[in-house]
């Protein structure tokens, strides 16, 4: 199911365009082009069903096409409904020698600028593989796949779905209203989608959050890897990725130069720290807000003012929340700030930033709201001041830009499929825990990615190794160590 309104032509013209961008991204994915090779022949994910719930982007189409020639059998969405790009889920559909008319490839469910609503029955049709099967392994991205499967369960055990008016959350809305659906018709459908699942493998911060909560709570349906605290993810990806692509999404969105400018950036986690020296690099002078001491001094050391956010909204003009943690920047705040001030998000999910408190507002004719392009709006209050609100609340360097680029993203993704690979192949080794991979394949995925930068590495002799009681191949450092 793709762009929506969009004729056989256009759709056609997307493909040969998203094969293009494809061709070149495996250029600057070594990792995953190097698992083609060594596993391209012997298909260790033969047989098992994967669904994928993550941003459907050219670097996505590397990882889908990858997964595929190791075997699997695939259906894909996105996990935003802002971060399709729609010439990639073209090119996926038609695959590599097909056409949309003829199509090859893999059936995508996902077009940029979707509703809530179509969001949520996209996710759950890729969850479908016919004859009464679901997935057997889940790529997840924050985490959505996951929580409709185990909502599904926790409903079918209760013999009823609560009504979507029993929540104001207008996302979690959507989420009972499919489920409701889907009982109506298949009473049973999520039980056996569980059993038959061998595990997820999770991409982000906060998707992995929810999963230690689930286990936590002893409510974890199958085993489940834990890709974002790979070093070689979110040393790599949350930090590198977001210094390049937050600024592309600013840029492209606002045109504003930032140069001088004060910019706050909430939280100084991995993805924080890729935030700040972003701003740092276009030469704005940037101010962090931190809860963790720890997080808080490096900030300082690093030459950062660190202060509440309440301290900088009558100067600042930028704001970017990344902490995915919800209500860092409220209604009552943007309507403090200075006129014009830009307010974007970078977390995984937009209840950072109070949007649903503004849209209360705009209902009750209390600010007004003018669209500017999309994924750009401006916020004017009653007193004539008004704010820019970068892709509605939702992670604005996916809404305004085209995320992180192919190098960053294949050591991502050489992670997911090694851990793909791992639930397929390993499985009785797994309970229903959350899992990292080991230190020797974080450390597998770095040198994959090293040729391409031109690096060579020094070789440890025998006796330094001993000196230093680890292996001549590593792994290198203890579980323990941080980098
Ligand atoms: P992290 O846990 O390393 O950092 C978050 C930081 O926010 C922590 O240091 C925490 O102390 C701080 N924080 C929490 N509540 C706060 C508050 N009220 N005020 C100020 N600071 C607060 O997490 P990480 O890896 O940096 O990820 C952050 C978010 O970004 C997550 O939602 C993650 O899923 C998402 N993400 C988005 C990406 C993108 O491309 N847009 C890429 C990678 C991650």
């Known amino acids: 199911k793709l762009k929506p309104g969009a004729g056989l032509e256009e759709l056609e013209a997307l493909a040969i365009w998203g094969r293009k961008e494809l061709d070149l991204a495996e250029q600057e994915m070594p990792g995953l082009m190097s698992l083609r090779e060594e596993f391209g022949a012997q298909k260790p994910l033969a047989g098992q069903r994967i669904m994928g719930s993550l941003h459907m982007t050219v670097q996505t189409a590397v990882l889908i096409e990858t997964l595929k020639e ?51 029955q996209c996710t759950e049709r890729a969850l479908d593989f016919g004859n009464d099967n679901g997935p057997t392994q ?7 796949a996951t929580l409709l499967i185990h909502k599904g369960v926790e409903f079918e055990k209760a013999g009823a779905v609560p009504s979507p008016d029993t929540t104001d959350n207008a996302e979690f809305k959507e989420v009972l209203r499919v489920l409701g659906q889907v009982l109506e018709v298949s009473p049973k459908r999520w039980h056996t989608v569980a059993e038959q699942m061998q595990g997820v493998s999770e991409e982000t911060t906060t998707g992995v959050h929810r999963l230690y909560q689930m286990e936590e709570a002893g409510e974890l349906l199958f085993p489940a890897i834990n890709v974002n605290d790979s070093v070689t993810k979110s040393k790599f990806d949350n930090l590198y990725g977001c210094r390049h692509s937050l600024i592309d999404g600013l840029n492209r969105a606002t045109d504003v130069m930032m140069s001088g400018k004060i910019a706050v950036v909430c939280g100084y986690g991995d993805v924080g720290k890729g935030c700040a020296q972003s701003l740092k690099g276009q030469g704005a002078r940037v101010i962090i807000t931190e809860i963790d001491p720890i997080c808080a001094l490096q900030a300082a050391m690093e030459g950062y003012e660190v202060v509440p956010l309440e301290n900088t909204l009558a100067e600042a003009d930028i704001y ?39 849209d209360k507002w705009l209902e009750e004719g209390k600010v007004s709201k003018t669209n500017i392009k999309p994924q750009y709006d401006m916020w004017t209050f009653e007193d004539g001041h008004s704010v820019l609100v970068l892709a509605e609340g939702r992670l604005l360097n996916l809404g305004c830009a085209t995320g992180h680029p192919s190098f ?76």
């Open 70 to 120: 190791l075997g699997a059998d695939i259906r894909w969405v996105s996990c935003n409904i802002f971060s399709t790009q729609d010439q990639a889920a073209a090119a996926i559909v038609a695959g590599k020698n097909g056409t949309i008319a003829n199509p090859q490839g893999v059936p995508v469910f996902a077009w940029k600028d979707e509703t809530l609503q179509e969001y949520w």
């Open 138 to 144: 889940i790529v997840d991205d924050g985490g959505d």
């Open 320 to 358: 970017v929340t990344t902490t995915g943690n919800f209500n860092i920047i409220t209604a009552d705040h943007m309507s403090k700030m200075k006129d014009k001030a830009i307010v974007g998000n970078i977390g995984h999910f937009d209840n950072e930033i109070e949007m649903a408190q503004m």
């Open 408 to 483: 960053v993203m294949s050591a991502s993704f050489t992670n997911q499929s090694i851990a793909q690979i791992e639930l397929a192949v390993n499985n009785d080794k797994y309970e229903n825990k959350v899992y990292v991979l080991p230190k020797l394949l974080d450390e597998k995925v770095a040198r994959l990615h090293l040729d391409k930068l031109g690096v060579k590495l020094t070789k440890l002799t025998q006796e330094q190794a001993d000196y230093l009681n680890i292996p001549v191949d590593g792994p290198y450092k203890p579980e323990h160590y941080r980098y």
